[in-house]
């Protein structure tokens, strides 16, 4: 078995008074796709903003391959190799599709020839401005901008969510590409067949606690339907 990349132990996390985390733990192997799965409003995003260090963790802990990621700001966590790619199409929108991937660039395999291998629409457009391309290609981009920080961990919040079902296969090819690639990643989408195509394991979440983690082969009717809704 291959040694833990990331370690969520336990974790606490509040939205003012009102707690919204009760000791949630996943972890993330070198080489593995995990799925964290679960209805809206469940916790999926908020777990992955306090992994980011943009939101508080009131109790428990976080680590990337042993390191203390809870004492760092997440401009320094993410410098230890997260990459994320954060639900909605967040791009710099007056700057051209080139400069936002150099404006993220750090070295490594992933550089302007290897996002443009795994998405050749950002080469046809790298000179357009960020705010001119379609709502796929901006999650392209935003997707390769993560990629050119050579992160460790790639973390996907909804990548596909509102796109269009030809954008949506093109994004999945390129999810299992890097599945394949040998990268770590944590994907949150709605797309439970998807999602059973390219995790490892699963852990589901419910009101702010995980409830299950298993492989995808294990995940039966009965629980898809009590903890997901399908």
Same mark, same amino acid.
Request: charged share 20%; glycine share 10%.
């Given at each position: 078995?291959?040694? !833990?990349?990331?370690?969520?132990?336990?974790?606490?996390?509040?939205?003012?008074?009102?707690? $919204? %985390?009760?000791?949630?733990?996943?972890?993330?192997?070198?080489?593995?796709?995990?799925?964290? &799965?679960?209805?809206?409003?469940?916790?999926?995003?908020?777990? /992955?903003?306090? /992994?980011?260090?943009? &939101?508080?963790?009131?109790?428990?802990?976080?680590?990337?391959?042993?390191?203390?990621?809870?004492?760092?700001?997440?401009?320094?966590?993410?410098? %230890?190799?997260?990459?994320?790619?954060?639900?909605?199409?967040?791009?710099?929108?007056?700057?051209?599709?080139?400069?936002?991937? /150099?404006?993220?660039?750090? !070295?490594?395999?992933? #550089? &302007?020839?290897?996002?443009?291998?795994?998405?050749?629409? *950002?080469?046809?457009? $790298?000179?357009?401005?960020?705010?001119?391309?379609?709502?796929?290609?901006?999650?392209?981009?935003?997707? $390769?901008?993560?990629? &050119?920080?050579?992160?460790?961990?790639?973390?996907?919040?909804?990548?596909?969510?509102? *796109?269009? !079902?030809?954008?949506?296969?093109?994004?999945?090819?390129?999810?299992?590409?890097?599945?394949?690639?040998?990268?770590? /990643?944590? %994907?949150? #989408?709605?797309?439970?067949?998807?999602?059973?195509?390219?995790? #490892?394991?699963?852990?589901?979440?419910?009101?702010?606690? #995980?409830?299950?983690?298993?492989? !995808?082969?294990?995940?039966?009717?009965?629980?898809?339907?009590?903890? %997901?809704?399908?």
């Amino acid at each position: 078995m291959s040694r !833990p990349l990331l370690e969520v132990e336990d974790i606490t996390a509040f939205y003012g008074a009102s707690q $919204a %985390l009760f000791g949630v733990s996943l972890v993330v192997r070198q080489g593995e796709a995990l799925a964290l &799965m679960g209805r809206n409003g469940m916790g999926k995003t908020t777990t /992955i903003a306090c /992994i980011m260090r943009m &939101m508080q963790v009131r109790s428990g802990g976080v680590r990337l391959a042993g390191r203390d990621l809870l004492r760092l700001p997440s401009f320094r966590a993410a410098r %230890l190799g997260l990459g994320l790619v954060p639900e909605g199409r967040r791009c710099f929108a007056g700057l051209s599709v080139r400069e936002n991937l /150099i404006a993220a660039a750090r !070295p490594g395999p992933w #550089d &302007m020839a290897a996002v443009c291998d795994l998405f050749p629409r *950002l080469s046809e457009r $790298a000179g357009q401005p960020a705010q001119t391309l379609s709502g796929g290609e901006q999650q392209m981009l935003t997707i $390769a901008r993560a990629l &050119m920080t050579n992160p460790r961990l790639l973390l996907l919040d909804e990548a596909t969510e509102g *796109l269009a !079902p030809v954008v949506r296969q093109e994004i999945w090819a390129a999810v299992h590409r890097l599945k394949q690639s040998g990268l770590s /990643i944590l %994907l949150v #989408d709605k797309s439970v067949a998807e999602l059973g195509r390219v995790a #490892d394991r699963c852990v589901i979440l419910e009101r702010g606690r #995980d409830v299950w983690t298993g492989t !995808p082969g294990d995940l039966t009717a009965d629980l898809a339907t009590g903890y %997901l809704g399908v």
